[in-house]
């Protein structure tokens, strides 16, 4: 087995599931770098900055039915990255599955809700990833577009502005199924199952009304087939307590997403607005302000069915929440794993 400290391994991508996968290699004494292509980390942990506050207009809130992620959770919730949410929520009905036998992922989570306590990253979702981020350089902005062998046992990678970076003694792989199929596809048919993937897309509208909105609730989980969850954007600031203006996120059903998936986003925001109006049965007051952001890969539909696949003598793997299903829980499993599958290549 090499020494830890003369092992280098990339990290493509920077949401729960790479730097699960950094933070637990690092901790071993390996050299980890972190390629991300945003400006930020968290992936579709994701919060917005505006000139009021912050939306979380990526994952909402976390749940945690895996002990080692429920210890996540705790450890996080210590460091003042984590924070109970108990929202006053009115329930809708999911849209049936697309066979019409099977519960869909979303009405398997509803019927779940009831016994799971909520999470928020504190005092946003993105600050969620705290305790994962360490000492280890994370190259922000760098889309890697090209994996190449360099040798029997190290790799060379690639980004979009003709930088190169290695060598490496292994990959992991996290983005989301669609590119990292494109990024793994020409290395081997060892990832072609990552094409069985399904993911869906989502619109998401951040809109900030100048009065709070006059419901009796603040949020609200699949409302309408247009809306799969509505819900003012809480955060621990005064602004967010006064409620005014009024942070609200709307997340577009998978369905409805896929629909639109290209319409401009102007016309985005008044079709979803107008289903808020709809489904809240109140008037919306005046805006002070509305964007809209579009997922193209946001909740996995259909899983890989494990929690990664890896090849190239075990020293390129791939993972993300795509492997186990629609979870934060799901993406820090998958990279918890993979590192401990890198580690085991590399002994052997």
């Known amino acids: 087995m090499p020494r830890m400290s003369n092992v280098n391994i990339a990290i493509i991508g920077a949401g729960m599931a790479g730097l699960k996968a950094a933070s637990t290699l690092h901790r071993i004494g390996m050299n980890v770098t972190v390629f991300e292509k945003s400006r930020g980390l968290g992936g579709r942990l994701a919060s917005r900055r505006t000139d009021f506050g912050h939306f979380n207009h990526g994952a909402q809130y976390v749940t945690a039915r895996d002990p080692g992620f429920n210890a996540f959770l ?79 046992r190290s790799f060379m990678l690639h980004d979009d502005l003709d930088g190169t970076y290695g060598p490496f003694d292994g990959v992991i792989v996290t983005a989301p199924a669609p590119q990292t ?25 951040m809109a900030a009304f100048e ?3 006059p419901t009796g609730f603040d949020a609200m989980l699949y409302p309408s087939p247009e809306i799969s969850w509505a819900a003012r954007s809480s ?41 808020l109006r709809d489904v809240s049965g109140v008037k919306l007051p005046e805006l002070h302000s509305v964007q809209a952001h579009r997922w193209r890969y946001a909740r996995t539909e259909l899983p890989l069915g494990k929690s990664h ?22 993406a820090w499993r998958s990279g918890r794993t993979a590192a401990h599958a890198m580690v085991e290549a590399l002994i052997g």
């Open 309 to 330: 696949l890896n090849g190239m003598n075990g020293r390129v793997i791939a993972a993300g929440d795509w492997c186990l299903g629609a979870r934060v829980e799901a």
């Open 74 to 152: 705790q450890e996080a919730t210590e460091f003042n990255a984590a924070q109970n949410w108990s929202p006053n929520l009115h329930r809708g009905t999911p849209a049936p599955a697309q066979s019409g036998a099977a519960l869909s992922p979303i009405a398997r989570h509803v019927g779940n809700l009831a016994e799971e306590p909520w999470y928020q990253g504190a005092p946003q979702m993105n600050k969620l990833i705290r305790p994962l981020v360490d000492t280890f350089p994370i190259q922000k902005q760098h889309r890697i577009i090209g994996i190449e062998p360099s040798g029997p």
């Open 235 to 275: 955060q621990n600031d005064d602004m967010f307590h006064r409620r005014t203006p009024d942070p609200w996120v709307l997340h577009a059903s998978p369905e409805w997403s896929r629909a639109h998936l290209e319409e401009d986003k102007d016309r985005v925001i008044e079709k979803l607005l107008a289903a």
């Open 211 to 213: 009065s709070p909105l």
């Open 181 to 205: 199929a494109d990024l793994l596809r020409p290395l081997a048919p060892r990832y072609a199952p990552i094409d069985e993937v399904v993911m869906a897309p989502c619109w998401a509208v």
